[in-house]
């Protein structure tokens, strides 16, 4: 089955500057590949997706770039703010028949410091 | 809308002892999911639902049972509570297959 591999378990940065956490994942037939950021006592919730046919995705300071001959997805968020800070995980899922079945990662601490 | 509602959000339970984790969305979502989530790690698919009556089993179903007599619930039950079920356990919802899944706010369980 599916693996997901994420690093950094935990990043820290100054505010302004970016961040990047990368995901592997083992099924080459994997092809599509959410973040979720998780707030302190809250639920996961979606900040940026991307399919397989689709190499790089933006969204105002979030992107996410995939890379499908190494399996490997990535995500960048620029110009920190405090705001941001939150654990973040990747998730990966074939989409095979039936309902789509999220491998996560083990998720990203990211502090981002005043 | 509020989205996905889970009901309690936290509940002590002793070795044995059973109980119903409430999940309901109001999104007319067709699918549903529900995921534990241990310390320090990612979520793990518990079972997912493809729509009312139709139930299946994801990576670490033992000990649990599902069921989905609706479009709106899909409530989760424990029958005999393991110390090994402490966790927290999330409900989410997606309108179709392959399109972003939603979740709920989540359930602090504790088993002594």
């Known amino acids: 089955g599916e693996n997901v591999e994420q690093h950094p378990s935990t990043l820290s940065v100054q505010e302004g500057d970016s961040a990047v956490i990368k995901c592997t994942y083992s099924?080459?037939?994997?092809?599509?590949f959410p973040w979720y950021k998780q707030e302190l006592g809250k639920g996961p919730q979606l900040i940026i997706d991307i399919r397989s046919n689709v190499g790089e995705k933006k969204d105002q300071r979030i992107a996410v770039t995939l890379n499908k001959t190494a399996k490997h997805f990535s995500l960048h968020i620029t110009e920190t703010q405090p705001e941001d800070s939150a654990v973040y995980f990747c998730?990966?899922?074939?989409?095979?028949?039936?309902?789509?079945?999220?491998?996560f990662g083990q998720g990203t601490r990211l502090t981002i410091n005043p | 809308n509020a989205g996905v509602t889970q009901t309690p959000k936290f509940r002590i339970l002793k070795i044995g002892q059973s109980m119903t984790l409430q999940c309901t969305q109001d999104?007319?979502?067709?699918?549903m999911y529900w995921y534990r989530q241990d310390p320090g790690m990612g979520l793990k698919l518990i079972y997912y639902?493809?729509?009312?009556?139709?139930?299946d089993k994801g990576e670490v179903p033992n000990g649990y049972n599902v069921s989905r007599s609706t479009t709106e619930d899909f409530p989760l039950r424990l029958e005999l509570a393991a110390p090994s079920q402490t966790s927290v356990y999330f409900c989410?919802?997606?309108?179709?297959?392959?399109?972003?899944?939603?979740f709920g706010p989540g359930t602090r369980l504790l088993v002594l």
């Open positions: 639902s493809v729509g009312a009556g139709i139930t």
């Open positions: 999104m007319n979502h067709n699918y």
């Open positions: 099924d080459s037939a994997s092809n599509y």
């Open positions: 998730a990966a899922s074939n989409g095979r028949v039936g309902a789509q079945k999220l491998v």
């Open positions: 989410a919802s997606s309108y179709e297959d392959r399109e972003a899944q939603y």
